[in-house]
T-cell receptor, first 109, second 116 residues
Framework: GQNIDQPTEMTATEGAIVQINCTYQTSGFNGLFWYQQHAGEAPTFLSY??LDGLEEKGRFSSFLSRSKGYSYLLLKELQMKDSASYLCAVMDSNYQLIWGAGTKLIIKP | GAVVSQHPSRVICKSGTSVKIECRSL??????MFWYRQFPKQSLMLMATSNEGSKATYEQGVEKDKFLINHASLTLSTLTVTSAHPEDSSFYICSAREGQGLYEQYFGPGTRLTVT
């Protein structure tokens, strides 16, 4: 079966750094996405990785290791507005997105 | 960037009535549209995938006679929840993709359905 695992909830302090991990087992792989979702809103795209390595985009970076079936999203200089759920999704061989359950990130002052 | 709209953003209806939700791609042609449902504190659950001009493909456990999907044009898909019940109350989100294969999905803002 297909499976995406990520922690249910994480807490971090404003100004700090947090890493959200995601492991996956899917039928084929056409890339891994990270989305941010604030409560009551639709997801917004953060990053896409299809090759191994680190992709940096401002305060957010995303890493992928295809051999390990592993990715992480790194958030630096945390701000209160970063409090949200972070969804990991993998595009399988049929180009369908398989979604993780999401990680709720709580930022404390 | 690509924009997807949904209407209405919120709807309250009585049990037994039907509700239609529209999803539009505003600045691109959406070959494929996806309908998701999300219950509180849970992740997105794909309900169905629709390609323009063809019947929608429903995920296992989703009743196609209850959740009617019509993808009549390259910019519009509709989801009709028929004979709604309180357990259908949820956050419904559509997304659209421009082509087949490796294209980014763009999400609509979602529709909050409450059935009383």
């Amino acid at each position: 079966g297909q499976n995406i695992d990520q922690p249910t909830e994480m807490t971090a302090t404003e100004g700090a750094i947090v890493q959200i991990n995601c492991t996956y087992q899917t039928s084929g792989f056409n890339g891994l996405f990270w989305y941010q979702q604030h409560a009551g809103e639709a997801p917004t795209f953060l990053s896409y990785n299809v090759l191994d390595g680190l992709e940096e985009k401002g305060r957010f970076s995303s890493f992928l290791s295809r051999s390990k079936g592993y990715s992480y999203l790194l958030l630096k200089e945390l701000q209160m507005k970063d409090s949200a759920s972070y969804l990991c999704a993998v595009m399988d061989s049929n180009y369908q997105l398989i979604w993780g359950a999401g990680t709720k990130l709580i930022i404390k002052p | 960037g690509a924009v997807v709209s949904q209407h209405p953003s919120r709807v309250i209806c009585k049990s037994g009535t039907s509700v239609k939700i529209e999803c539009r791609s505003l600045d691109f042609q959406a070959t494929t549209m996806f309908w998701y449902r999300q219950f509180p504190k849970q992740s997105l659950m794909l309900m169905a995938t629709s390609n323009e001009g063809s019947k929608a493909t429903y995920e296992q456990g989703v009743e196609k006679d209850k959740f009617l999907i019509n993808h009549a044009s390259l910019t519009l898909s509709t989801l009709t929840v028929t004979s709604a019940h309180p357990e259908d109350s949820s956050f419904y989100i559509c997304s659209a993709r421009e082509g087949q294969g490796l294209y980014e999905q763009y999400f609509g803002p979602g529709t909050r359905l409450t059935v009383t």
